[in-house]
C-alpha cells in the first residue's frame, strides 16, 4: 500500500499519487502550517539541543527560490505488493539489479547513489528493515509490515508552523531524527525495567551480622512476610523468582537495539560523506550538515547507553550467582556445624547403646544422668567453641 503526502507551506497533506493512483492518509494525516520570515541559525554553529531543529521552531533561510516555494513528496510505502514495486520502479530510474535487490529485501545498508538518488536501509527499533530512497524533491520510505512507524512523525509535521526548507534533505532528517528518538525510548524503557531488578537484587544481600548462627536481618516493621504481598495477603509465586530469565531478556534486547543502532550511526556516516547536492541545498552541506552531525552524536550517546545497561545486565548477573553461592556455603556451613556437634554425641550413644553385660555404669543408677550431663555440656561447647571461630 503506497500513501502520499506533500510536505509544503501548508503543512503535511495527503495526496493523491502523480501517476493517478490515489494514496491512502492516516486519521489526522492534515495540517496546515505558515512559513515564517526569520532568518536560518548560522550553518557554523552547532545547534544548542541533541534533538535537533523541531519542524515548529526552525526558521526557514532567506529565499533563494527554495525556501517559501519549495514542497517535497513524500511515499510510504508498506507491505509493498508487486504493484507497489512496479510503481516506484516508473518513478526512480535504477538500475534493473538494484531494483532486483530491494524487491528481495537485499537493500544497502551502506548509501548508494544511482541516477541522482541515494539508497539506503536502516533498522527500526522493532527490527523491521526501513528501505529509503532520497531523490530531488522526493523522498520514498518502504517499510516491512502494516505497522505504522512515522504516525509521531507525521503529527509533529502536521501540526504547528512548519517552517523549516520544505526539501527532500530535510524531510530525510526528521525521518532519521524520528528513528533515533524511537530508538532513545526504547533505550529508556529498558533503564526503566532495570531499576526494580537492580533494587530487588541489592535488597537480597545478606546483613553485616548475618552467618552460620545469626539470625540475619530483622524484618523492618509493616514489610511484608515471605510469601504475602503489600495487603499481607498471599501473593502468586513469581514464575522467576530471581529474575534471571528477565535479565538474560533485557541483555538481549539491549545487544539487539545496539546493533540495529551501530548500522543506523554508520548511514549518518556515510550520508554526511556523500554530500548529496539533488536539492540545491547539498545533504551533506553547510545548512544541514551540522544536525546530521547532532544526530550521529546522539546515536552514539544512545549506543554508550545501551553499553551501560548491557553491563549492568553482567554485573547483576554476577551478583546473583554470588549470591546464591554465598547462600549455598552458609547452608553448607550450618550443616557442617551440625554434623560436627552431632559427631561425637552419636559415638557415645552407639557405644552405650550396646548394652554389654560388663558395662560397670549399667549397674549404678546415676550413670545414666551422668551420661546425658556429659552429652549435654559436650553439645554446647562444641557449639560455643565453632561460633567463636567461624565468626570471629
Not at 551480622?209 to 539470625?215: D, H, I, Q, T
Not at 549518518?268 to 544541514?288: K, T
Request: proline share 9%; net charge neutral; glycine share 10%.
Amino acid at each position: 500500500m503506497i500513501r502520499a503526502w506533500r510536505w509544503s507551506e501548508r503543512g503535511l497533506v495527503a495526496v493523491p499519487l502523480p501517476d493517478g493512483a490515489a494514496g491512502q492518509a492516516a486519521p489526522g494525516s492534515q495540517g496546515k502550517g505558515a512559513a515564517g520570515d526569520a532568518p536560518v541559525p548560522d550553518p557554523g554553529e552547532e545547534p544548542p539541543s541533541e534533538a535537533g531543529p523541531d519542524p515548529a521552531a526552525v526558521a526557514a533561510p532567506p529565499s533563494e527560490g527554495t525556501a517559501s516555494a519549495s514542497a517535497v513528496l513524500w511515499l510510504d510505502v508498506r507491505a509493498p505488493t508487486d504493484d507497489d514495486w512496479a510503481v516506484l520502479r516508473r518513478r526512480r530510474a535504477l538500475a534493473p539489479f538494484l531494483w532486483s535487490r530491494l524487491q528481495a529485501g537485499a537493500a544497502p545498508y551502506g548509501v548508494e547513489a544511482a541516477g541522482g538518488t541515494l539508497v539506503f536501509q536502516a533498522l527500526l527499533p522493532s527490527g523491521r528493515p526501513c528501505l529509503v530512497m532520497l531523490a530531488p524533491g522526493e523522498v520514498t520510505t518502504v517499510c516491512d509490515g502494516e505497522a505504522d512507524e512515522w504516525q509521531r512523525l507525521r503529527e509533529r509535521l502536521a501540526t504547528g508552523p512548519a517552517t523549516v526548507p520544505r526539501t527532500a534533505p530535510w524531510l530525510l532528517y526528521f525521518l532519521l531524527e524520528d528513528v533515533l528518538h524511537a530508538y532513545g525510548d526504547h533505550v529508556q524503557r529498558l533503564e526503566h525495567r532495570l531499576e526494580p531488578v537492580e533494587a530487588r537484587f541489592l535488597r537480597d544481600e545478606p546483613g553485616p551480622r548475618e552467618g552460620a548462627f545469626g539470625p540475619g536481618r530483622a524484618r523492618p516493621e509493616g514489610a511484608p512476610r515471605a510469601g504475602e504481598g503489600p495487603d499481607g495477603r498471599g501473593r502468586r509465586r513469581s514464575r522467576d523468582p530471581d529474575g534471571v530469565a528477565l535479565l538474560s531478556m533485557l541483555h538481549r534486547r539491549a545487544g539487539q537495539l545496539q546493533r540495529r543502532l551501530n548500522g543506523l550511526s554508520e548511514v549518518l556516516d556515510r550520508l554526511l560523506e556523500s554530500g548529496y547536492e539533488g536539492s540545491g541545498e547539498g545533504l551533506g552541506g553547510r545548512p544541514l550538515r551540522p544536525y546530521l552531525r547532532v544526530l550521529r552524536d546522539h546515536a552514539g550517546r544512545l549506543s554508550s547507553r545501551l553499553e551501560n545497561v548491557r553491563e549492568l545486565v553482567a554485573t547483576l548477573m554476577n551478583l546473583r550467582l554470588a549470591l546464591a553461592a554465598e547462600r549455598t556455603n552458609r547452608l553448607i556451613l550450618r550443616l557442617t556445624v551440625l554434623s560436627t556437634i552431632f559427631l561425637p554425641l552419636t559415638f557415645l550413644t552407639g557405644i552405650y547403646g550396646m548394652n554389654f553385660e560388663h558395662m560397670p555404669e549399667l549397674k549404678l543408677p546415676w550413670a545414666y544422668p551422668a551420661l546425658l550431663v556429659f552429652m549435654l555440656v559436650l553439645g554446647v561447647g562444641l557449639w560455643w567453641f565453632l561460633r567463636r571461630e567461624y565468626e570471629g
